[in-house]
């Protein structure tokens, strides 16, 4: 036996048949990571039968327990092929390249120059000379007494105004010894520049004698160079003279991280000018919303930007914006390819004063979403998405400026750097792109480069480049150019690594990238099997003992790989995962991967392939898979019928294309199951719904099929028909909302959940039926047409008619519906009051027109019943669910349903004690308003009305009631009663039933 690293069913259940006793089966179960239910019987099908759930019970207070070392298994997946679609003969098929890059020609030499010449934007002083000049006149030096102000002195005498003492100014010399300490830390890098410029100045203004120029590099007591020196010889540092003025361009470590030992240092260095009665000014390129307030005592700092006042500024604490105001800069920077230091300052200079002084400048360089280049800072290619998203929200006019600043910078650059650009900005701008740049132009170089790269595989250099480029790219705009050149140019630019097996990332076609990454080979056949919780591909030969599973389909191929596409819904979300399969060599078989309720398309070159996951039908007693595919068995009326899985059409009328984005919503809607399909053009992306197909065996000679409403079945007794409609377990609101008009307050509204599906009448019992069953007398009043409902018969005749028709037809199965079946059915998906909207017509219900509900028009008022299907179905193909005669439920009637969440209700009697029963529906003889989905009403078991009937449901002999309040408490004869609707006949129960019956009666009255 060959040994696999591979762990499928077939080994758990050969490991389990040798454990010979109950305690090594559950021993074993357990390692695996099971548990033990019941044995398998392995035989010529085999049998995957899944019993019907319990509803767990919740004990009110339950007693801790330890954690399970094992979780039952869930229900098995099921996969199989749900379209297919051959695309492509292999005889006409040639080696061809994508039509994105057919007839484009590769880049000359000529076409790498810059598309322009010009010349780039000029470095820009942080403050104009001319004002640093005054600045710096006032900072180097020193003031020796006062002097006469004349200018001052002239002013006042031109006003006349009183000379009470003459005008006096500081008298200025400049200072004897200056020590300017430039700090060029990496922070500080983008002022470097301004920096130089500045002791440039100091020295044309000052001179040399007396003036020192230490550069340090964060440290204030660290080591320094010279800035005369050329050979920035690094010296030790050395304790400034007394009597001195200390000039200082740094930031004070207040740009660094909180608590930075630089913050420190430069505390220390303060202290020693401090003892030395010096009081150094500094010039910090921060905001003021990034000054540290315990160091403002002991300098004097001016903060160095445009429009600053170039005098101290107090602190400003709305930390928040300022943090706004470098998110924005950001988005600014977000779709250049990288930034000069000549671009930032320009870019800065689009935005006003507040929002662009030099902190926000050094912020943005130190921004954890940038990153730095030798020459130059760009964005994290893992960012750009969102700050670009925050530049489409940017003013037209300002998305101009941040482009035309972009062209001129770029355009006399590669020629890549601008097309890149003005591709990125194409989707976001809010301005014809076209009147700034030629996009064609940079469309079609882009489109020529890839093609150049096709033609040149083992250029490492232009491969890195395109990786860069696509990482820079936004979704939109890959999106925008898959069919001119990006999904080309990712396949060409990853091809080995996707080839490998690596996931395409689903803003690419993978259709134009499978073209591009595989390579041709002789014509094959290939079968797709289901092996436990995986699939396998191997060649279509195969012996099925070889592989050990079951197969699912057969395709040809002429390539050495095909594409899958993974598609499943997470989070209320479509994920989807792309990536290229490599077919094995004859004898071998590839692992498609863990199947876990993903959706797969194929696409094998050939054709395209769907497979759709599964588990069993609710309708289905078991599911089988053998040689001829899958089949579900149904049992009705103790008969079996087979269903066979198909691919195509089938009977599944929710089929439906439905436009989706990966990052939206799915729509909430019963039985549908959306996917990401490679079956269409993926640049008008769809969703394919394909839920499995299962068509009977026979359809014409079976009494069960599928119509437009879904799956029914054919009750045949002599010459009668009844037809049942299965109804999917599920969930709904029970009751009435508040705001419904007309209600009353026994609806109130809660959530219930029906865990098992069940068979329903499409009509109520007809007086044909009942003849067919009981024969005798007709006890119906409205006895015209035996079409007509049978009606004028008690909750007893109801029992016995259901008692002899399961005597007549074994393992039927029939009894009247719970009350939370019923209205689950009448709604038929539906919150509205009834199934047919806001409000019904007599066209729609036979109910009394002359009072129409919530002020509609009023209408026929036919005073009687009308024979079954004469009115519309509603959406599940029921009929006269509203109107036409009362119908009874299984449960004993309860004031108060509550509004906490049930499943699977049924209220049962006390042993003996009786109780009023459940009615629904309405009547011909009611109002609108007693017709409504959520209308309740009750009447004794031996009542009989000739408005009332029943409906028979089919499917579990016994609910019993689930968790969260299922188990109603049980009704009793002390219950309050609520009046019954309907025309009286003759009560059958004795003087005392006759009294309380006409009580009803009264109460009804009075509340019509």
């Known amino acids: 036996m060959s040994i696999h690293t591979q762990t499928s069913r077939g080994d758990l259940l050969r490991w389990l048949q040798r454990c010979q006793t109950h305690d090594e089966k559950c021993l074993s179960a357990t390692i695996l990571g099971y548990e033990w239910c019941a044995p398998v019987t392995i035989g010529h099908e085999i049998d995957y039968k899944v019993p019907r759930p319990e509803p767990p019970k919740i004990d009110p207070n339950p007693a801790p327990t330890p954690a399970k070392l094992a979780l039952k298994r869930p229900q098995a997946l099921f996969y199989a092929l749900a379209s297919q679609e051959h695309y492509a003969d292999p005889q006409q098929l040639g080696d061809s390249l994508p039509p994105v890059l057919q007839g484009v020609e590769p880049l000359s030499d000529a076409d790498l120059q810059p598309f322009a010449s010009g010349e780039p934007l000029p470095h820009q002083a942080i403050v104009p000379e001319a004002r640093m000049r005054d600045f710096l006149r006032q900072s180097i030096s020193h003031s020796l007494g006062q002097r006469l102000d004349i200018p001052q002195l002239v002013k006042r005498i031109a006003r006349l105004q009183t000379l009470y003492h003459l005008p006096r100014k500081p008298r200025v010399v400049p200072a004897g010894r200056v020590y300017v300490v430039l700090d060029l830390n990496k922070r500080l890098l983008p002022f470097w520049l301004d920096a130089h410029r500045l002791c440039e100045s100091i020295v044309r203004q000052y001179g040399l004698n007396g003036l020192e120029i230490r550069v340090i590099d964060n440290d204030p007591l660290g080591e320094y160079w010279d800035w005369f020196d050329q050979q920035q010889r690094l010296k030790q540092w050395q304790a400034l003279t007394a009597q001195s003025v200390v000039f200082i361009v740094s930031d004070l470590g207040q740009l660094a991280e909180q608590h930075s030992p630089i913050r420190t240092r430069w505390d220390s260095f303060f202290r020693q000018l401090s003892r030395k009665n010096t009081t150094p000014v500094v010039l910090a390129p921060v905001s003021a919303a990034q000054q540290q307030p315990e160091r403002l005592n002991a300098i004097r700092q001016v903060l160095w930007h445009k429009h600053g006042k170039l005098k101290p500024e107090k602190i400003d604490p709305d930390i928040k914006a300022h943090a706004e105001h470098v998110r924005k800069v950001l988005a600014l920077l977000s779709i250049a390819v990288h930034v000069e230091p000549e671009l930032a300052r320009a870019l800065l200079r689009c935005l006003p004063a507040e929002q662009a002084d030099s902190g926000i400048e050094a912020a943005v360089y130190q921004h954890a979403d940038m990153q730095w280049g030798y020459t130059a800072i760009s964005m994290r290619p893992e960012k750009r998405a969102e700050y670009q998203a925050e530049f489409k929200q940017l003013d037209a006019g300002l998305q101009y400026q941040v482009l035309s600043l972009l062209k001129r910078q770029h355009i006399g650059q590669f020629p890549a750097i601008w097309a890149e650009e003005v591709i990125n900005a194409l989707p976001l701008v809010a301005f014809p792109l076209e009147q700034l740049a030629d996009v064609q132009q940079a469309e079609s170089f882009m489109q020529r480069f890839a093609k150049t790269l096709q033609g040149a595989h083992s250029d490492s250099g232009m491969t890195q480049f395109a990786r860069r480029h696509l990482n820079r790219l936004s979704g939109e705009a890959i999106r925008l150019n898959n069919h001119r050149y990006t999904s080309a140019l990712y396949g060409l630019a990853y091809r080995e690594q996707l080839r490998a097996g690596a996931p395409l990332p689903a803003e690419y076609d993978a259709a134009i990238v499978h073209e591009l990454i595989r390579e041709r080979s002789e014509l094959a056949r290939y079968g797709i099997w289901q092996v436990g919780e995986a699939l396998s591909i191997a060649y279509a030969d195969t012996r099925p003992v070889a592989i050990g599973g079951a197969k699912l389909a057969e395709f040809d191929a002429i390539h050495d790989s095909i594409m899958l596409c993974r598609s499943w819904v997470e989070n209320g979300r479509m994920r989807v995962d792309i990536q290229s399969l490599r077919l094995p060599a004859h004898g071998e078989s590839c692992i498609v991967g863990q199947l876990d309720g993903q959706t797969l398309d194929f696409d094998t070159g050939l054709a395209r392939m769907t497979f759709s996951a599964f588990t069993k039908p609710s309708w289905a007693d078991s599911i089988v898979r053998n040689i001829e595919g899958l089949s579900a068995n149904l049992r009705f009326a103790g008969n079996d019928y087979r269903f066979c899985l198909q691919a195509g059409d089938g009977f599944n009328h929710y089929i439906e294309l439905r436009r989706f984005t990966e990052a939206g919503p799915l729509p909430e809607k019963w039985g549908e199951r959306f996917i990401n399909s490679i079956l269409l053009n993926q640049e008008d992306r769809r969703t394919l719904l394909t839920q499995p197909r299962w068509e009977p065996e026979n359809p014409r000679s079976w009494p069960v099929g599928v119509d437009q409403y879904g799956l029914y079945a054919d009750l045949t007794v002599n010459d009668v028909t009844q037809r049942f409609r299965w109804i999917e377990p599920g969930s709904f609101m029970m009751g009435s909302s508040p705001d419904e008009p007309e209600r009353y307050d026994d609806e109130t509204l809660h959530a219930v959940t029906l865990t098992q599906g069940f068979w329903l009448a499409d009509t ?77 017509t007599p066209d729609q219900v036979n109910y009394n027109g002359d009072w129409p509900y919530a002020g509609g028009e009023r209408g026929l008022n036919r005073k009687k019943t009308v024979p079954v299907k004469s009115l519309p179905a509603n959406p599940w193909g029921l009929y006269e669910m509203h109107g036409n005669v009362w119908e009874r439920c299984q ?70 009631p689930g968790p969260g309040g299922g188990a109603v408490k049980p009704a009793t004869a002390r219950d309050a009663p609520r009046p019954d609707s309907g025309v009286a006949e003759q009560p059958q129960a004795g003087l005392a039933a006759a009294i309380r019956d006409r009580w009803h009666q009264l109460r009804k009255k009075s509340r019509k």
Do not use: M
């Open 764 to 840: 109520t019992v007809t007086q044909a039926l009942w003849l067919e069953v009981l024969g005798g007398h007709n006890p119906s009043h409205f006895n015209d047409t035996l079409q007509n409902p049978v009606e004028q018969v008690s909750w007893e005749h109801a029992r016995r008619f259901i008692e002899r028709l399961n005597a007549l037809v074994p393992g039927l199965q029939a009894q009247l519906p719970t009350e939370a079946q019923w209205e689950y059915a009448c709604r038929a998906g539906t919150s509205t009051p009834f199934s047919f909207g806001n409000n019904i």
């Open 891 to 960: 449960d004993v009637w309860q004031d108060n349903l509550g509004t906490a969440t049930v499943v699977d209700p049924l209220t049962q009697p006390d042993a003996g004690t009786g109780g009023d029963l459940v009615l629904r529906g309405g009547s011909w003889n009611d109002r609108g308003r007693n017709v409504r989905s959520a209308f309740r009403s009750l009447n004794t078991p031996g009542l009989r009305s000739s408005d009332l009937g029943f409906r028979l449901a089919l499917g579990h002999a016994e609910l019993k």
